[in-house]
């Protein structure tokens, strides 16, 4: 079973029927993932703060939701993220490709990834980091803990953890 | 008209439907006007209005409005794409076009100059689109209820406030109420 099927699998296996995307290349096999289940309804979003507003609805109308994104809309969703998904006590799973680690040829990645980490733990958001395809086993625990507390909870998921970029 | 007295003309019509209530002003006025708990008040989040309502609305069967103002419009413009392309039709979205950012000491928006919501909505695909005046909106909107079309409404009124309190109620509370309006 390919890495993008057992995450799907563990979303659908939590009730998460909405999800949104912003894409993000190491993202393109689960969003392809999520696209094709007939169990989740698919939104692409042009922004993530706009899909974390999805999101939000979503949740309230009595639908799981998650997002998936790249790290740098850390950069453009404190705001959201604080006086939406916090403050109204909503949950969120969201996975995140963590660019910018170990395998990143894009040096400019670095720049948003120093701070990625820092700022998840500034915002009091539980946060972890899949580096190795084994790592994905606690998903499911996951999924389970961020809707037993109603918060939003960033998944990071490296270079090395979806295989790298290939030949460099 | 400014943009209380044409919620408060529209609040009989509100009051039966789940409501998403633009930040600022647009909330604290409706709050006032006819609090319900099936009102959303957005107290954070800018732009917000109507990708909340959305969600909303895709969720579950029950009809939505979004209140929404020209400038939290423009500050999330794509938003109109991803309603286009997402069609619910138990969705209204009010955008309530007074010309100026009104919680902020109507600071002008480009909406009340060269650029028209209505037109740029039906550039991105949205198939029901009504610009109305302010004296209009009940109608428009209680037309757009019973059509059971997605509908996208850009209400043009005066730029003006009244003063009114903030809300204190809790976010947790309002959330709450508002999902046990949805269950309902």
Redesign the interface.
């Known amino acids: 079973m390919s890495i993008s099927t057992k995450i799907v699998d563990d979303f659908v296996a939590n009730g998460i029927e909405f999800v949104t995307t912003v894409p993000c290349k190491q993202l393109a096999g689960v969003i392809d993932e999520v696209e094709a289940r007939e169990e989740i309804y698919h939104i692409p979003s042009n922004k993530e703060d706009e899909g974390m507003g999805l999101c939000a609805g979503a949740f309230m109308g009595g639908k799981r939701p998650a997002i998936i994104m790249q790290n740098t809309a850390i950069g453009v969703t404190i705001n959201t993220l604080v006086t939406l998904t916090q403050y109204y006590r909503m949950p969120l799973p969201m996975l995140i490709s963590y660019r910018g680690e170990l395998r990143e040829p894009v040096a400019c990645q670095v720049e948003m990834a120093v701070h990625t980490k820092a700022l998840l733990n500034q915002l009091n958001i539980p946060t972890y980091h899949f580096h190795t395809e084994s790592d994905a086993d606690e998903l499911d625990t996951i999924l389970k803990y961020t809707f037993m507390c109603n918060k939003p909870v960033a998944i990071l998921t490296d270079a090395s953890f979806w295989g790298g970029y290939g030949d460099q | 008209m400014i943009r209380s007295e044409v919620l408060r003309e529209i609040a009989p019509i509100l009051r039966d439907h789940l409501v998403?209530c633009n930040i600022g002003l647009p909330s604290q006025e409706l709050h006032m006007i006819d609090d319900q708990p099936s009102n959303?008040y957005?107290?954070?989040?800018m732009?917000?209005s109507?990708?909340?309502?959305?969600?909303?609305?895709?969720?579950?069967d029950k009809t939505v409005i979004s209140i929404d103002g020209d400038g939290s419009v423009l500050t999330?413009f794509?938003?109109l794409?991803?309603i286009a392309n997402?069609v619910a039709d138990n969705f209204i979205l009010l955008i309530v076009d007074n010309g100026s950012y009104g919680s902020t000491g109507d600071q002008p928006t480009y909406a009340g100059k060269k650029t028209s919501l209505a037109a740029v909505a039906k550039a991105c695909g949205c198939e029901n689109v009504i610009e109305c005046q302010d004296k209009d909106t009940g109608e428009v909107l209680q037309k757009a209820i019973e059509s059971k079309k997605m509908t996208i409404i850009v209400c043009k009124c005066d730029s003006g406030n009244i003063k009114l309190p903030v809300i204190t109620m809790d976010?947790?509370v309002?959330?709450d109420r508002?999902?046990k309006s949805?269950?309902a």
Request: proline residues 6%; glycine residues 16%; aromatic residues 6%.
């Open positions: 998403v959303f957005m107290l954070g989040t732009g917000l109507s990708s909340i309502g959305l969600g909303v609305a895709l969720a579950q999330n794509g938003t794409p991803t997402n976010p947790v309002i959330r508002f999902m949805v269950q």
